[in-house]
């Protein structure tokens, strides 16, 4: 079935790095609402082969969506029938152009060339900055969030999370300059090509997110 939809807001307090040891590692971001801490846990690398995930981030961005997220209470906003206005879809929301999208690994020799350092460098704009409000599209999980990545497509032992207007991402928005920041995230095994399900019509071989680039 889906996933338990939504998104949580609140503001950055910090961030705990991947375990290097584990299976799939992921960046643990702590974030505040009014009465209640809870955590963002963002994937940074598939056990699915490719491993490396996919990734945009785009400045200045704008969407229908976002301009609905100010009016949102701090904590986490389910989402269904009565707000989907504020779902996320990568296929069929017209957020972004998928051929943007680039393989990253989790770290890399040099600067600002793999995925941590790109999620970092977000977190740590927000952090503990009472101007930067932070919106996390997953599952919510008793510590937050999590799947804050696309949630469609799926190889067979992730079919049952399949679904279409459930998608994640992370969303920054400064509100001194009410301008937001938006990071995308994808597994390369995932299709592109999903029925109202969620689910793939065709192997990602055939229907990959370079499709039609």
Known sequence: MPINYGVLKGR???YTLPNSHDRTPHLTVRIKDN????KIIINVLSKEHPSE???YAGEDFHSEQITHLPDLGYGFTQIGDTNSNIALDYIRGNLLDPCKMIPLPVTAPGEDND???KLIHYMSMAEDNQEVDIYAYGEKIPPGVHDVHMNQGNVQ???GD???WQDGGVFLHFKDTDKWAAIFLAFQSQSWCTDDDGHA???VEECNHR???
């Open 35 to 38: 009465q209640r801490t809870d």
């Open 201 to 203: 019509t065709k192997p």
């Open 157 to 159: 032992e992730y079919i």
């Open 53 to 55: 995930l996919l990734y």
């Open 115 to 117: 995925l941590l350092e």
């Open 12 to 14: 950055v307090t910090g």
């Open 211 to 213: 499709s039609g680039c």
């Open 162 to 164: 399949d679904g279409i």
